[in-house]
Each structure stands twice: as structure tokens, then as C-alpha cells.
């Protein structure tokens, strides 16, 4: 088992509609959990963290985190195509220096 | 403009040949790393600093070097290049300190490295 999976995609949504990207980590002690933005050929740009359980919002943006199942969520709003890249997941492992990395979603908004 | 540069962008080199991919930030951060990103794999940590002089081994780090002499420069070195180090190359810096320690929240552009 990948200590952080996510679905490769793509995921397709049209624009306006909200895409929901999910993420589950292995180690239940995990304690932050980040969210990337990494556009075809481009770096990643951090985009959105979280340490607590519940939602936060950002703009059009929305971290969910549910320790309990081990899962964390990022909602985008009002998609739209130029919000179409490779969304990573990153967790904090206790223990390890490096953020542990899923391989990431692939979004398409299709105008 | 608060950046992370790399160089080269493209590299295409010969087994067993000596290479430097540097890295430089203009943002004053202690906290640099490499990482590299491989289909199905993810990013992974090779090598990562907390300041000048400080550094240590990531989850990645067998056939690479760095070296971390002034704050703004953490070249990453291969000294004997590899087929299997064919990859995309990121370096990262930050000031970013998040539950659980320092957080990577700039990227540079990356280093495509191809070792045949």
C-alpha cells in the first residue's frame, strides 16, 4: 500500500462545476497535509495546506481533512479550464524530514 | 521577483560523467531541498538543508551529492551519473514552517536529466 494515493485521472468536469479531488494517507499519525498545483511541464506551486480536522477555504478553493478516515479532499469551485493540471497531495509523515508525495490527479475543466 | 532557479533546464549526458545542476534563491531561506519526480513514483526527497553547512540525506540519496556553502546556492552533484538517475529534478526552498517542521513552498523551474 502507497502511504499517500490518489486516483491518476483524469478527472473531467465542465466549467463552472466543482471538481473534488481526494487524497487517503496510510499513517494515522500524520499531522499536515498540503495541496499542489503542477501544470504540464511546469514546477509545483503550493496551493493549500492543512493541520485540523473540518474544512478550510481559500478563494474557490476548499481543504477537507477526516483523520479518522484518513482522508483529505480539495474541492475547486467554479472550475475552470485554466485550472486544469496534476493536483498533488502531500502529507507530513511523524518521523521523516521530506513530505511524503502522492503521484497526483490530473484535472481537465472542459470549457 | 522572489524565485528558485535552476540550470540547466535539458541535460542530456553520458554514463559515469560528472554533472552539477545548480540551484539559487534570492528569498533568504535557510530551508532548501531536491527533490525528483518520476512517472507513477511521485516527488521524493534526495537531499535536503537547514542552513549553511547543514545537511542531510533525504529518502533518495545514493548516487547524489550537495554541498551548502552560502545560504542562496544548493547545487546537487552526480558524481558518477547513471541510467536509473534519468528523472525530472526539482530544487525548493522555504521559510514555510507548518505542524511538523519545514514545508517546500517554492519550486524551481526543474532539470530534466537524461544519463545514456
Known amino acids: 500500500q502507497k502511504e499517500v494515493e490518489q486516483n491518476s485521472g483524469p478527472l473531467s468536469v465542465p466549467e463552472g462545476a466543482i471538481a473534488s479531488l481526494n487524497c487517503t494517507y496510510s499513517?494515522?499519525?500524520?499531522?499536515?497535509f498540503f495541496w499542489y498545483r503542477q501544470y504540464s511541464g511546469k514546477s509545483p506551486e503550493l496551493i493549500m495546506f492543512i493541520y485540523s480536522n473540518g474544512d478550510k477555504e481559500d478563494g474557490r478553493f476548499t481543504a477537507q481533512l477526516n483523520k479518522a478516515s484518513q482522508y483529505v479532499s480539495l474541492l475547486i469551485r467554479d472550475s475552470q479550464p485554466s485550472d486544469s493540471a496534476t493536483y498533488l497531495c502531500?502529507?507530513?509523515?511523524?518521523?521523516?524530514?521530506?513530505?511524503?508525495f502522492g503521484s497526483g490527479t490530473r484535472l481537465q475543466v472542459q470549457p | 521577483e522572489a524565485q528558485v532557479t535552476q540550470n540547466p533546464r535539458y541535460l542530456i549526458t553520458v554514463t559515469g560523467k560528472k554533472l552539477t545542476v545548480t540551484c539559487s534563491q534570492n528569498m533568504n531561506h535557510e530551508y532548501m531541498s531536491w527533490y525528483r519526480q518520476d512517472p507513477g513514483l511521485g516527488l521524493r526527497q534526495i537531499y535536503y538543508?537547514?542552513?549553511?553547512?547543514?545537511?542531510d540525506k533525504g529518502d533518495v540519496p545514493e548516487g547524489y551529492k550537495v554541498s551548502r556553502k552560502e545560504k542562496r546556492n544548493f547545487p546537487l552533484i552526480l558524481e558518477s551519473p547513471s541510467p536509473n538517475q534519468t528523472s525530472l529534478y526539482f530544487c525548493a526552498s522555504s521559510l514555510f514552517v507548518g505542524r511538523g517542521g519545514r514545508t517546500e513552498a517554492f519550486f524551481g523551474q526543474g532539470t530534466r536529466l537524461t544519463v545514456v
Open positions: 499513517d494515522r499519525g500524520s499531522q499536515s
Open positions: 538543508s537547514m542552513n549553511v553547512e547543514v545537511t
Open positions: 502531500a502529507v507530513k509523515v511523524p518521523g521523516r524530514r521530506a513530505l511524503t
